[in-house]
């Protein structure tokens, strides 16, 4: 099991940055992969980035990359999101999940999910 809780979400204005942090408590967090989703107001809940328990692996959503950055320190138990040059469109709920699966980039195979933290860019 692991808990996880999302912070760092706030306004912005398009331009600007925030760094979101998810905090997992549980034993075997270091054995999780951790992704980043996001969901707009009406529109599905999509993929944003995760990093792999492993190798580190990473991978991006293809409309932040070179904007975002996710990194892990598993000594703290944490996964970071650090979002530059925000746009409007990054705006939503951000949500950490957790995954046994080593490389995946789907919903569906994360079992463990935080309650989310709001971003807003304003224009």
């Known amino acids: 099991q692991v808990q996880l809780v999302e912070s760092g979400g706030g306004l912005v204005q398009a331009g600007g940055s925030l760094r979101l942090s998810c905090a997992a408590s549980?034993?075997?967090?270091?054995?999780?992969?951790i992704g980043w989703f996001r969901q707009a107001p009406g529109k599905e809940r999509e993929f944003v980035a995760v990093i792999a328990w492993t190798d580190r692996w990473t991978s991006y959503v293809d409309s932040v990359k070179g904007r975002f950055t996710i990194s892990r320190d598993n000594a703290k138990n944490t996964v970071s999101l650090q979002m530059n040059s925000l746009k409007p469109e990054d705006t939503g709920v951000y949500y950490c999940?957790?995954?046994?699966?080593?490389?995946?980039?789907?919903?569906?195979?994360?079992?463990?999910w935080g309650q989310g933290t709001q971003v807003t860019v304003s224009s």
């Open positions: 549980g034993r075997t967090f270091s054995r999780y992969s």
């Open positions: 999940a957790a995954s046994t699966s080593i490389r995946t980039v789907y919903s569906g195979d994360f079992s463990f």
